[in-house]
C-alpha cells in the first residue's frame, strides 16, 4: 500500500534549556526511567559497543566516570 508521511525537523531548541533543567530540578520531571543501562569507565568501549548495536527498549547509555 501506499503511504503518507510528514516529517517535521526542529533547527533549535528556542532556549528551553533553562525551562528543562528548572522541571528536573524541581522534580516536575523524572529522567531517571531515560538512562536504561550502566556502564562503568572500564567498560566504556563495550558501552560504545552497545549503543551501536541496541537492543529494544534501550533508552540512554550512561557510562560513569
Known amino acids: 500500500g501506499v503511504k503518507e508521511l510528514d516529517i517535521h525537523g526542529v533547527f533549535r531548541y528556542a532556549n528551553a534549556y533553562a525551562e528543562a533543567i ?4 524541581t ?7 531515560l538512562i536504561t543501562h550502566r556502564f562503568p569507565f572500564e567498560d566504556a568501549i563495550k558501552a560504545f ?14 557510562i560513569k566516570l
Not at 22 to 25: M, S, T
Not at 27 to 33: I, K, L, N, R, Y
Open 27 to 33: 522534580g516536575q520531571v523524572d529522567v531517571a526511567p
Open 22 to 25: 528548572d522541571l528536573v530540578a
Open 49 to 62: 559497543e552497545y549503543a551501536r548495536s541496541p537492543s529494544p527498549g534501550t533508552g540512554k547509555i550512561l
